[in-house]
């Protein structure tokens, strides 16, 4: 933002405390010349003569633990405490803490100047107010600190008309090697004066967000609830008693703020307040964390309960890497549509508030005419901006109001700079955030003073504040929320008010992002990861009977993976999405094709039967399964090069499915069996295998033939043998014939006659002999039309 307001000039009190000191200083200036020969570099100060320090700031640390009250008024008593440490080598005697009241900063450009040097001491040092207020000590050792409280009535500072003040904290006093009293210490600070309440006052809008990393996984739990998985118990962490969402919570309830919330740390805890699941190694623990997620929404619904509450898109995605990195990448935009469209599914529903989604909040306010664009395709309409991003070529004196129309019906609500980065930095020490409250408050009533223009401000602070920042941001607020010049007003107030007609409008170009942001954004890479991973969901949806078991938890995992929280995170954000698409993997490679051997085809027809296997839980299908003979001359399926079956698998079953095929000449030939979807798209890992045909040959057949003529041979040897026998038994029947007949036989039958008794013996022992082994029977049965005939088998 353009710096406002930029006038010199002191005001009359000041102006008069000052020209007090100088003729004070001037009466005793013989005096002071005879009994103290200055040494070089020497200044006066506060009708003092006290020698400047070098500028080596390290001598003395002077921290200014607490500052109360932050703006004090008429008739308050203004009470500082801290500590001074001696981070010099030499003992430092007659020491003492004092204070010290500057001319009013009319500037808020002075402002950044004076706590950016608040430790400097070859600068201007404003005079020392009375030494009755005023910490005193007879020696501070090397290395030790000593603490000091100074309290002084608002009245005896002469504080003249409103404004800011500088207020310094002193440490004067003298070593063995300089035995002169000297300023050995300093920390400056500002005092923001404003008796009267402000005509008109400031309308200020506070974001309060309440945004984390990514916690879950996209893995869930067999049973019928899904179980959630945590990657860790960090989230755990944050919302327990201490930790920074539950501060967060804490302080805001108190608190005139708009709520900014992620969608995705609302499902998370939500999802934690049953059964859970954690990640630990490569296994997983039962979660123990049910009681503390419930407490922490019940406090939040209550803190956020008739407040305005906007709600960024789900794991509040990286809008600047989408718009630079995404775009070309089909698919994304569609991601960050489906991350806005499921808002209403959740907070709602666990917040029991309806939220805002209007607005978008790209990381640290950063815009170009790409992140507009992209921020405003999933349906808000104003962006939140920052003033060190849309900054003000007009030279306006002054701070504008946010609201700037950009075109387009989009509405940039600019974030005042200074006063959104006020608490960013390590904040743990009481010194620094009291130095942050103070300069917090003293832009804001800089801001204030600068013109009788009616405005609305609005800042914007960093998405995810530690518990030491979020403790500082609170204590300035209520300060800023009880004081004189400011009053709390709505995000969508401030961007309905009217515009400043002078205020800038034009969004700078990309070339303008700033490099340092830039290095930290989602590279290309990850949003083709993201498009894979979305294609290979669509594909295994389909062919469920209970998509939603899958869409839901790896449709928000896509989500995270475009979340702003990765940033200056790669590693992990690229190890997240990994992750997500393994057991994307793992799924889908449950329902999946039985490998195969070679099949043996013997004969000219015949069935292959391939079988689809579902470790799924639940039942898949319709499925299409083709199986494709690569040499259709050889090998035929069906009559074809291919043949189609469509099949369905219940969960936790295998299902085969047979093919007919016929066979035009023996050899090998090569066979694809392959799933897909309904809709023609390949699912899973195509099973090939080759079928050995062996078809039935001339020779084998002459083979049959002649044992088959063996056997009918046979078979007339016995049946006349059979016929003699019955013959010989009638002959007996009459005695004189058989007499006769036996002189006969027994005169002409030798006994080497093969016709005789040992023809019946032979035949005896034909039948008694052991079976002879046939040819082996054929891996095929013959040709039949029936698929599944009887006796039908395929090798594998």
Known sequence: MAEAADFQGTSPSPARRWLRHTAALLAGAPLLAGLVQLPAGSAYAGGTAIAKADSDPGTVAVAVDSLTPSAPTEGDTVTVSGTVTNNGKQTVTKAHVGLRVGPEVNTRSSVDAIAEDGTDLSGSIPPEI????????????????????????????????????????????????????????????FLPWKPDAARPKTKTTYLWPLVSTTHMAAETGPNEEQTPVFLNEDLAKEISPGGRLNQMVALGKDLDVTWVVDPDLLASVDAM??????????????????????????????????????????????????????????????????????????????????????????????????????????????????????????????????????????????????????????????????????????????????????RSIVVAPQRMPSGSQARAMAEALRALQDGTWSESQKLAEAAAAKPDPDATTKVPGSSSYPSALRKKELPRSAFTQIAQTQGKLDNFKVVLSDPSRVVTPFGRSLNREMSASWRGRAAEAESFRTGVRSYLDGLTGRVRLIDKSETKLSGRSATIPVTVQNNLVQDVGPLVLRLTSTNPTRLEIDGAAYQEQPVSVSGGHSQSVKFTTSANANGRATVIAQLYTMDGRPYGKAVTFDVKVTEITATVMLVIGGGVLLLVLAGFRMYTQRKRAAARAADKSDPGEDREAGSDEESTQSPDDPEARPKESGTRSRADAPEQPSDPAPDTATENGDPSGTGERVDR
């Open 273 to 454: 307040t049953g059964s859970y699941q954690v990640r630990s190694g490569d296994d997983t623990v039962r979660g123990t964390h049910q009681d503390v997620a419930k407490q922490w929404l019940a406090d939040l619904q209550e803190a956020v309960a008739d407040k305005e509450v906007v709600a960024l898109p789900f794991a509040d995605p990286d809008l600047a890497s989408l718009a630079h990195n995404g775009t070309d990448i089909a698919g994304s935009l569609s991601q960050l549509k489906e991350a806005t469209d499921v808002v209403g599914n959740t907070v709602p529903p666990i917040l029991h508030v309806k939220p805002s989604t209007d607005f978008a909040w790209p990381v640290e306010g950063a815009v170009d005419r790409s992140i507009v664009k992209v921020a405003t395709s999933a349906g808000a309409d104003k962006v939140i901006a920052r003033s060190d991003s849309l900054r003000e070529t007009s030279g306006l004196p002054y701070t504008p109001s946010a609201a700037r129309p950009i075109g387009g019906g989009t509405t940039a609500v600019v974030a005042d700079a200074r006063l959104s980065t006020a608490f960013e930095g390590d904040l743990v020490k009481a010194s620094a955030s009291t130095l942050a409250v103070q300069r917090f408050l003293a832009q804001s009533l800089a801001l204030n003073l600068q013109t009788g223009k009616q």
């Open 130 to 189: 009375d030494d009755k207020y005023t910490a005193k000590f007879s020696a501070l050792a090397p290395g030790v600190a000593e603490h000091f409280n100074i309290s002084v009535p608002a009245d005896e500072l002469d504080l003249g008309d409103d404004g800011v003040y500088e207020f310094a904290v002193s440490l004067s006093g003298q070593t063995s090697t300089q035995p002169w009293e000297r300023i050995l210490g300093i920390q400056r600070t």
